[in-house]
């Protein structure tokens, strides 16, 4: 079953960008616009953040945006602020009627 | 406002059986597929089951098939999670949470704040 791939840790100054990358397979990201992105601070519980790869629910912020190439979906923050500083999950459908989530990326902000 | 709160976590030893329980409040709970997943300690999210609005459209992960099953009972705005033959690795924070719309969850829009499971002898 589906196991996203996320880069363990990334980092970035107050003001600048990063973006968070998650790969899949024909079979989760790369077969369905079904990609979302969650946030979650520590001891909180998750929150929705991106869905259907590049769309925001009301109230988050635009600094979050989203975007999917092949079997890679990518999540990008800009103009950091340190209340961004939490872990990110990526999530997607899958083709076994599942859900699938990465394996979560800390984000620090120097 | 939409709430989700879980319920029946404890402490069990392997082999043993659970049953979480999730009441939902602030929309109409027929209306929304749900999904269980879980958040071993100091590990990551694991989708474990889903289910769509009127319980005709199951699934769940690999590693749980044959031993847990999703089940709802929409006159009492309820999500179910019975858990069989428990094992160690089983332990994590089972969270509920709310699909977009009546079909099979493709997201989790709305989370509860977990009931913890502890499968140990």
């Known amino acids: 079953q589906s196991a996203l791939t996320q880069p363990a840790s990334v980092s970035g100054s107050p003001g600048q960008s990063i973006t968070i990358s998650c790969t899949g397979t024909r079979s989760d990201i790369g077969g369905y616009n079904y990609v979302s992105w969650y946030q979650q601070h520590p001891g909180k519980a998750p929150k929705l953040m991106i869905y259907e790869v590049s769309n925001r629910p009301s109230g988050v912020s635009n600094r979050f945006s989203g975007s999917k190439s092949g079997n890679t979906a990518s999540l990008t923050i800009s103009g950091l602020q340190a209340e961004d500083e939490a872990d990110y999950y990526c999530?997607?459908?899958?083709?076994?009627?599942?859900?699938?989530f990465g394996g979560g990326t800390r984000l620090t902000v120097l | 406002e939409v709430q989700l709160v879980e319920s029946g976590g404890g402490v069990v030893r392997p082999g043993g059986s659970l049953r979480l329980s999730c009441t939902a409040s602030g929309f109409t709970f027929d209306d929304y597929g749900m999904s269980w997943v879980r958040q071993a300690p100091g590990k990551g999210l694991e989708w474990v089951a889903g289910i769509n609005w009127n319980g005709g459209s199951t699934g769940y992960v690999d590693s749980v098939k044959g031993r847990f099953t999703i089940s709802r009972d929409n006159a009492k705005n309820s999500l179910y999670l019975q858990m069989n033959t428990l094992r160690a690795e089983d332990t994590a924070l089972y969270h509920c949470a709310r699909a977009k719309s009546g079909s099979f969850p493709t997201r989790c829009d709305y989370w509860g704040q977990g009931t913890q499971v502890t499968v140990s002898s």
């Open positions: 999530s997607s459908y899958t083709s076994s009627t599942t859900l699938g």
